[in-house]
């Protein structure tokens, strides 16, 4: 993604408009009187050195921010009132030269540079709305990220919150890192896979190591606004219209909420949405489970004793998805069951296997999902043989990887 941010000097507008004329009556006098070849001769020296420093410097100053980074291009001239602009610093020892192209990181410092000393804009107090507009795009954009796969969006807050620390990672990251699609748990009586096991149980299998933890409590929803004030970066679960989703709270000014929404990149949905006290509490359930990052000790996690756990898991999973299907047959039932028994290996489990590309189990899910969504839609009969078949072969499969 890119943004670009134009400025010119005032002053140096009008002295290239200055410089264009006298360029123009240069050339156009030898042709109005007698024609004379030293006269012209004469103009074209003085005047060629002129218009090419018009035309080198005739492009307006700019600003290009890609992604977290930010790009200042075009710098042709100091300003004429010494004024900075503060809000981001040069990372690197370039030295600044005319028309050159110097990288800056936006960490909202003051901005300098070595070859230009403290590079300064040009009448940088007539573009005090560019900075304004500048560093509000760059406090929305510089943290933000998009959910990669399916359900991601506690993944991408946790990604989001991380950036705080100075951490830049993807919700992808976080999952393939911890090795997520390898993961199927059962907990409280539920088989949990993918994108579904978003406790800090399992975030912190990738924050032990760099030395944080997440931190969960539960609070009441009438404690909730004095719980939140004056904090940010909490997340916690509100409620959409496509059910339960994962928000960041980033800023409370009076009685006005914003928080970071994980979005999926072209959905072209708002990253920053805002709500106000009334709205928030109306998306909140009764009890609340907000989830902080905080620093603590480096400790090693045992992710092989939780894949071990996964192996016994999946073949606890397949025993009672085939006693289900041998015990009933109504569509009802089934309907029941669709997001409890089944999203977990065909739903989450597909999901996990599209990041890692597993093109084979992949497949098997497909056909496997399809036979018993169109089952439940009315589409076609059952065929149970089939679906046992299938849901052996994705088990049988998924523990070779798991090994």
Request: hydrophobic share 40%.
């Amino acid at each position: 993604m890119e943004k670009v941010f134009y400025f010119s000097s005032k002053r140096m507008r009008i002295f290239r408009i200055i410089v264009l004329i006298w360029v123009s009556v240069a050339f156009i006098l030898p042709l109005i009187f007698a024609f004379n070849i030293w006269f012209l001769i004469f103009v074209t020296c003085l005047a060629i050195p002129l218009l090419i420093f018009v035309l080198v410097s005739l492009n307006r100053s700019k600003i290009i921010i890609k992604e977290d980074r930010l790009i200042l291009c075009n710098i042709v001239t100091k300003s004429w009132n010494k004024k900075e602009i503060k809000g981001v610093i040069c990372n690197r020892d370039i030295s600044g030269w005319l028309n050159g192209c110097i990288e800056i990181q936006t960490d909202k410092k003051i901005f300098r540079s070595p070859g230009y000393q403290n590079l300064n804009w040009c009448n940088a107090d007539k573009n005090e709305q560019l900075v304004k507009e500048l560093n509000q795009w760059l406090e929305e954009k510089k943290y933000t990220r998009y959910m990669h796969f399916n359900s991601s969006c506690s993944y991408c807050a946790v990604a989001y919150i991380l950036s705080s620390f100075n951490i830049g990672v993807e919700d992808t990251d976080i999952a393939l890192n911890i090795g997520l699609p390898y993961i199927f748990a059962f907990e409280n009586g539920e088989y949990l896979a993918g994108p579904m096991l978003q406790s800090s149980k399992y975030f912190n299998l990738f924050l032990n190591p760099l030395g944080l933890t997440f931190k969960e409590n539960r609070v009441s929803k009438e404690d909730l606004l004095s719980y939140i004030n004056n904090k940010k970066n909490l997340m916690f679960g509100i409620k959409t219209d496509f059910g339960k989703h994962a928000v960041v709270l980033v800023d409370h000014v009076n009685d006005m909420y914003s928080f970071f929404n994980p979005t999926h990149e072209e959905s072209n949905q708002e990253t920053i949405i805002n709500l106000n006290e009334e709205d928030l509490l109306s998306r909140v359930d009764e009890e609340i489970t907000i989830g902080e990052i905080q620093y603590c000790k480096k400790k090693i996690v045992d992710l092989k004793r939780i894949y071990r756990e996964s192996i016994t898991n999946l073949e606890n999973y397949e025993k009672d998805v085939i006693n289900f299907v041998d015990n009933n047959d109504d569509i009802e039932e089934y309907q029941k069951q669709l997001e409890v028994l089944f999203r977990p290996l065909l739903l989450d489990g597909l999901t996990m296997m599209r990041l890692i590309n597993n093109d084979e189990i992949t497949k098997i899910m497909k056909e496997s999902q399809n036979n018993l969504l169109n089952f439940i839609r009315g589409k076609n009969k059952f065929d149970e043989i089939s679906f046992k078949e299938q849901i052996h072969a994705i088990v049988s499969r998924y523990k070779e990887l798991i090994y």
